[in-house]
């Protein structure tokens, strides 16, 4: 055993697996990391009430289980994720044995971090070894000895005076104390005649192997003892590590929280020799990161060369442990509605990263693989990924270490900033409140200190991020959104009883002041009159709360599906009693129409387009499209597919607008404006198209507003489909549950 080692025995099995038909234990499991559970598929077998050794599938099931933490114990349930059934047919097997017999299951919540994976060792013949009940009482174990072992099978033999191994310690892990690691699963017991009490277990030799071949191996840690000779960062490790750097001040102190960050025990003397220490920095992710955060205030310079080496080597961690957990803690500590928008933030920190869309959804899209070297479940691991924000901050952190530096204009020779760091900026900017601010940007430099990021760069950053959240925040005005159907057409269509009733509509309104939606009609199945839709839509924009009022016009956003997108909404007046003023719809607020019914078309498969397309608002080159540019549908089809194009203005004849509008919107582009005068060479878009995206809601008001003044010079009848991506829309189902 080496200077660094696993802390002492298991107290008791990390997992029980519960009878679904009365929550007794069927048996045992071994926790894996990114929250999959490792165990015999006899034993699902088991708490399914069928035969043990079925074979067939049981399909998508889960199965209760608990978690035993020193702490606490945890209740869930687990999803079968991978499926290897017992085989007992395979050449060369004696009458008590079987291949296969593994299980993988999935955890349905995140797990406390005091639960984590143990290490792994290969089983070797006179290891003494120890299992548990499925109970999980820390009382009831058995101790044994390995008499055998041929990498597939493992016999182990009980002690004298030890507990007999029953059904119920099945799938649960073998413990060898001197290795200070699990060696095996528990499988079933030989029920021979005599006094031996003899039983096998399935070998982690065998369990990597059969994992890998199922195509599950990215599931299972890296083995400890893997050689890492031939990593090219090893001779540089050991060199460095053998050198000046153990003679520095504090090494010992160094050393042992390199230890404690990684969940690892050490030796009360001495220091880890070079090739030990450059081990554990290549096969454990958090480690070098660890040992660069120890040394950097009284080894500067060994700092910058460790973090050279792992640059060069392509290691994948960029943050230690303590860094890791820290930034995990702010996040999951933000208000949901903050919480909500730090999708928008990554993606304007990082506009042309390739940013899986399940990372910055509120959907928890598994996190596989082990991240390269270092995925072997201690504290240097990404360990637990669970659902809902906490897990997704997880992944999107561990997505985002691997991203390169940004240039940095301020010296050649100073570390680029890492994106990681400048999405933080940029979710302190303009997600935090007051409050959360704070921490966030202090971790952020201490963590850029530690890098030798230079000062100045992130100062920069911070101006970026600064001037990003005050554009946001200028963007992001109050707003009623306002669900507007014919009346006898369901959602996303007229029908006939439509055409027959021209002029009414279904109207539902929701309000939006910067907390979220709230709707604010309650009769929306009542038919109305335009006149009645305009006033109710102002009467909605009158109860917004404006905590500025010197701040951006409240937005109308009208949600329609695609056969009322040039119906004239904006040119609607009011009435009643209340109507002194013939005012407009489209004149005092920005009117903007959104159809997520053509967004929606094949699937949705356009809605990752589209939201990369709202990312590159600002960065990306409109298009326009008229009869010159594009003369069929499949060079518009090509126009707009070329890149993310953001905005797009058409000019086309009367007859094809229609067709072009909805392939644009149907593409995912979130700014689409035409003119449905259907006048060449349209003056309003000739109009708009000085006028940067971001101001077209207001450029399309004050148009509207000159052609009450003067229609003859603005004659136009512009109409401008907005698709924020950063904001959400109500649910829309029916109010009426019988349709």
């Known amino acids: 055993m080496g200077w660094f080692h696993a802390h002492g025995s298991l107290s008791r099995p990390a997992v029980s ?54 702490e606490h114990t945890v209740e869930a349930e687990a999803e079968l994720a991978v499926w290897i059934p017992p085989r007992t047919d395979d050449g060369g097997l004696g009458a008590f044995e079987w291949n296969g017999d593994l299980a993988v299951l999935r955890l349905s919540a995140a797990l406390p971090p005091a639960i984590e994976p143990p290490r792994w060792h290969p089983m070797a013949q006179r290891q003494l070894v120890r299992a548990w009940h ?28 030890a507990l007999d191994i029953e059904p119920a ?73 053998d050198g000046p750097l153990p ?46 955060e120890a040394v950097r205030g009284t080894a500067g310079p060994a700092a910058d060369d460790l973090l050279a080496i792992g640059r060069r080597c392509g290691l994948p961690k960029l943050l230690s442990p303590a860094e890791h957990e820290r930034l995990l803690v702010l996040l999951r500590a933000l208000p949901t509605a903050a919480a909500a928008g730090v999708p928008g933030a990554v993606r304007a920190a990082l506009p042309l990263a390739a940013l899986p869309a399940a990372l910055l959804s509120g959907h928890d899209g598994g996190h596989g693989g082990d991240g390269g070297h270092g995925g072997d479940g201690g504290h240097c691991d990404e360990g637990r990924n669970g659902t809902g924000p906490g897990g997704r901050f997880e992944a999107l952190i561990a997505h985002l270490e691997g991203l390169h530096g940004d240039s940095s204009p301020i010296d050649d020779g100073v570390m680029a900033v890492p994106g990681l760091l400048r999405a933080v900026e940029f979710v302190a900017a303009g997600c935090c409140p007051a409050n959360q601010r704070t921490p966030l940007r202090r971790w952020n430099a201490t963590v850029a200190r530690r890098l030798g990021v230079h000062d100045a760069a992130m100062t920069e950053r911070r ?11 200028r963007g992001s005005a109050p707003r009623v959104v306002a669900k507007l159907d014919l009346c006898g057409a369901p959602s996303g269509g007229t029908s006939a009883t439509a055409r027959e009733e021209p002029g009414r509509y279904r109207l539902r309104l929701w309000c939006d002041d910067g907390d979220g939606l709230r709707q604010v009609s309650d009769d929306s199945e009542r038919p109305r009159g335009a006149e009645e839709v305009a006033q109710e839509i102002f009467a909605a924009v009158g109860s917004l709360r404006r905590p500025d009022p010197s701040g951006p016009r409240p937005v ?17 007046k009011a009435a009643g009693p209340g109507a002194v003023l013939p005012m407009r719809l489209g004149t005092p607020y920005p009117l903007v129409v959104n159809c997520p019914e053509l967004r929606e078309l094949n699937g949705g498969t356009m809605l990752d387009q589209w939201r990369e397309r709202w990312v590159r608002l600002d960065a990306e080159e409109p298009v326009h499209i008229d009869d010159a540019t594009a003369p069929d549908p499949e060079a518009v089809c090509g126009l707009v597919m070329e890149r993310l194009t953001a905005r797009v ?17 149907a593409a995912g582009i979130p700014v689409v404006l035409w003119d449905r005068s259907g006048e060449a060479g349209s003056p309003a878009v000739r109009h708009a198209a000085e006028v940067s995206t971001r101001e077209l809601p207001e450029a399309v008001r004050t148009y509207r507003t000159k052609t009450l003044q003067r229609p003859e010079e603005y004659s136009g009848r512009p109409v401008l489909a907005w698709a924020d991506a950063g904001r959400a829309l109500p649910r829309l189902d029916l109010a009426d549950p019988m349709e």
């Open 556 to 572: 109308i956003e009208l949600i329609v599906d695609r056969d009322a997108l040039e119906v004239p909404v904006d040119r609607w």
């Open 463 to 473: 101006l970026e991020a600064e001037q990003w959240a005050q554009s946001a925040s």
């Open 17 to 70: 697996i519960l009878a679904k038909a009365d929550g007794r234990p069927a048996g045992a499991g071994v926790l894996l990391p990114r929250r999959h559970l490792l165990t015999c598929a006899h034993v699902v077998n088991s708490a399914l009430g069928k035969d043990r050794l079925a074979p067939d599938h049981p399909g998508p099931i889960a199965v209760p289980v608990r978690l035993h933490g020193p």
């Open 649 to 665: 203005t058409i000019d086309v004849a009367a007859h094809r607008r229609t067709g072009v509008v909805q392939m644009c919107l």
């Open 134 to 161: 499925g109970s999980g009482e820390p009382g009831v174990f058995a101790d044994a000895e390995v008499s055998e072992c041929d990498g597939r099978f493992g016999y182990f033999d009980g002690a004298e005076r």
């Open 247 to 292: 003679r520095s001040e504090g090494w010992i102190r160094s050393c042992r929280t390199v230890a404690r960050q990684c969940g690892l025990d050490h030796r009360a003397d001495g220091v880890p020799s070079a090739d030990e220490f450059a081990h554990l920095l290549l096969t454990r992710g958090r480690a070098l990161p660890a040992l660069v």
């Open 169 to 241: 310690y099945s799938g649960g892990p073998l413990w060898s104390n001197e290795e200070g690691a699990v060696v095996g699963l528990v499988t079933a017991k030989l029920r021979i005649q005599g006094t031996l009490r003899r039983a096998w277990g399935i070998p982690w030799q065998r369990v990597a192997r059969e994992l890998h071949d199922a195509g599950a191996g990215h599931l299972l840690p890296r083995q400890p003892e893997e050689d890492v000779r031939d990593h090219p960062g090893y001779a540089e490790l050991v060199s460095l590590l």
